[in-house]
């Protein structure tokens, strides 16, 4: 059938070459597909949050065990140090050079971290974002067409 006249069409539609359709349904396609093309992003951008924020919970709560153990593991090397620096010295001689130590690296550790957290990746969802510009440079250039 190289020529159809649709039953239901109404003024203005006319008749449907094959291959052609009319605007009104291009138009109703082309929204059925953005909303379409919207929702999967909206789903890849939930699915990738999901999964970065599984990542960071777990992360998260291992950095907190370790931090516990560490701090135990510090407080028992203070007290080992005072200990062995008060055999030849007054006792809160002793404790006043690890203190004056402690800060030290505490200052240390701080300004690495610091550089650290500069560093780090963001957790927005960069795949979807790449995405959803492709798509709307895609969409633009088809509407320029």
Known sequence: MSSTQSPDAGPGQGKKVAGQEPVSELVQ???????????????LAQAEMKQKGKHYGKGGGLFGGAGIVGFLTLQALVVTAIAALAVPLPVWTAALIVTAVLAVVASVLAVIGKK???QAASPAPTRTIENVKADVATIKESAHR
């Open 29 to 43: 396609r082309a929204s059925q597909q953005l909303s379409e093309l919207v929702r999967s992003e909206l789903r």
């Open 116 to 118: 650290q957290v500069a």
